[in-house]
């Protein structure tokens, strides 16, 4: 009876894992680009926040520099929990040990002048990997 029970947990344990380790978040308009797809896609001095807008969407996060200029940054990123570490922590100790996610970030910064048009701006497409308890980075 205590070993039927034990099978029910972890077949359990495992469903729920296996549903939730994979995560996407941030602006979806960012998705698939790569940095080759942006450079195509904004002019320094000529494309417009607004233009901006119109294809990216709200920005991530919006900050200022010292003299007043905007900064939007964009971000999305496409993880899964669904690693060697992980999967050993649930199995072995129903997950008491930590996780570990692994994936893939991408990232565009654009900073733009006094008249909204684009003055610099980056994209950047990385991996990204972070951990808790045991698997702490």
């Known amino acids: 009876m205590i070993l039927f029970d034990m099978k029910k947990i972890i077949t359990s344990l495992l469903t729920m894992f296996i549903v939730v380790s994979?995560?996407?978040v941030g602006n979806k308009s960012i998705k698939n680009v790569s940095e080759k797809q942006v450079?195509?896609?904004i002019e320094e001095g000529v494309t417009t926040r607004k233009e901006i807008n119109d294809l990216f969407g709200?920005?991530?996060e919006t900050t200022f520099t010292d003299s007043g200029?905007?900064?939007?940054?964009?971000q999305y990123d496409d993880t899964t929990a669904l690693t060697a570490?992980?999967?050993g922590s649930v199995l072995l100790t129903f997950g008491l040990a930590g996780?570990?996610?692994?994936?893939?970030?991408?990232?565009?910064?654009?900073?733009f002048d006094e008249n909204d048009i684009?003055?610099?701006?980056n994209m950047s497409n990385s991996d990204?990997?972070?951990g808790t308890l045991l698997f702490a980075n």
């Open 118 to 121: 684009v003055k610099k701006f």
């Open 69 to 74: 200029e905007m900064i939007y940054r964009y």
């Open 22 to 24: 994979c995560a996407d």
């Open 85 to 87: 570490e992980t999967v």
């Open 58 to 60: 709200g920005p991530f």
């Open 39 to 41: 450079q195509a896609q």
């Open 128 to 130: 990204i990997e972070t």
């Open 99 to 111: 996780t570990k996610t692994k994936g893939q970030r991408n990232e565009l910064t654009i900073l």
